[in-house]
């Protein structure tokens, strides 16, 4: 089932329980991949939508840093719960091993075409990383990934 079905039918399920908090989260996730399929003119793929929680998830972990540092710890907590109810919707996490083992074939991959890259290889060798993730089907945090392909490109 595509996440944007799932998420209709929570919509109704929160109107039912009248969770209040969920209902207008949920309905927050539908109007935002509604405005981006209204953008493409054409249906979302299910990675487009998992694209479009990820970019709210890290809005909201933004938000609630914002609210944290401007002593808001009412605001920045709601944050935090819209963040726990949109992770829901997200694929399982990639650990960091998994993410290292993809990095270290990409870098030796590329190793293959020429000198063995360095931290000044950053941008390609992020780029097949990514392409890589998506190809296994793992669902990883572009910061972890940036993370350990600096110190992979280190050694």
């Given amino acids: 089932m595509a996440i944007s079905e799932q998420i209709g039918k929570d919509i109704i399920t929160a109107m039912k ?20 399929e ?7 793929t299910d990675a487009e939508e998992v694209q479009v929680l990820q970019i709210m998830v890290k809005q909201r972990r933004d938000a609630a840093e914002q609210f944290t ?7 920045a907590e ?27 074939a990409a870098i030796s991959h590329l190793a293959e075409a020429g000198p063995k890259p360095g931290p000044k290889d950053m941008g390609p060798a992020m ?21 350990l392909l600096k110190e992979e490109l280190a050694k």
């Fill in 38 to 44: 209204i953008n493409k003119r054409e249906s979302l």
């Fill in 127 to 147: 780029r097949v990383v990514q392409q890589r993730i998506l190809a296994s089907g793992l669902h990883a945090d572009n910061a972890t990934v940036s993370k």
């Fill in 17 to 36: 329980a009248k969770e209040s908090l969920r209902l207008e989260t949920l309905r927050m996730v539908k109007s935002a991949m509604k405005n981006k």
């Fill in 69 to 75: 540092q401007g002593n808001r710890p009412e605001l």
């Fill in 78 to 104: 709601k944050e935090q719960a819209e963040i726990k109810l949109l992770e829901m919707y997200l694929p399982q996490t990639a650990s960091d091993e998994e993410i290292r083992t993809v990095v270290q």
